[in-house]
């Protein structure tokens, strides 16, 4: 199983951008997808989820700014970013879990990481 990350980049504040990871491999099954990021020194920290019904979660600092979405066609998750602040910059991984084919347990997989700055 892989998660591919992609869609990072430099932003002034105040713009815009959307981050994708796609899923792969042998995969039965995806229940919660999301995403999470990783400032320079300081500990990962949660951004949001979206269940496999639809239900979403997000931290306080990004509500009314980032939308999560999900593609279960395409084992996709998206991550639409607006009005980014310089605090946002970070690198930003998504994280699925899922069940591999054959197995009964339900596993979480990170993606590679994606960097994000947003310039003041």
């Known amino acids: 199983v892989q998660l591919q990350a992609s869609g990072g980049g430099l932003v002034q504040a105040g713009g815009s951008l959307r981050l994708s990871c796609a899923a792969s491999?042998?995969?039965?099954?995806?229940?919660?997808m999301g995403w999470y990021r990783q400032a320079p020194g300081k500990q990962r920290e949660l951004v949001a989820t979206?269940?496999?019904?639809?239900?979403?979660n997000y931290a306080d600092s990004v509500k009314g700014r980032f939308a999560v979405s999900r593609d279960d066609a395409k084992k996709a998750v998206y991550l639409q970013m607006d009005r980014l602040k310089p605090e946002d910059t970070a690198v930003y991984y998504c994280?699925?879990?899922?069940?591999?084919?054959?197995?009964?347990?339900?596993?979480?997989?990170w993606g590679q990481g994606t960097l994000v700055t947003v310039s003041s």
């Open positions: 994280n699925v879990r899922l069940q591999v084919r054959g197995s009964p347990k339900w596993e979480y997989y």
């Open positions: 979206i269940g496999s019904g639809g239900t979403t």
């Open positions: 491999g042998s995969i039965f099954s995806i229940n919660v």
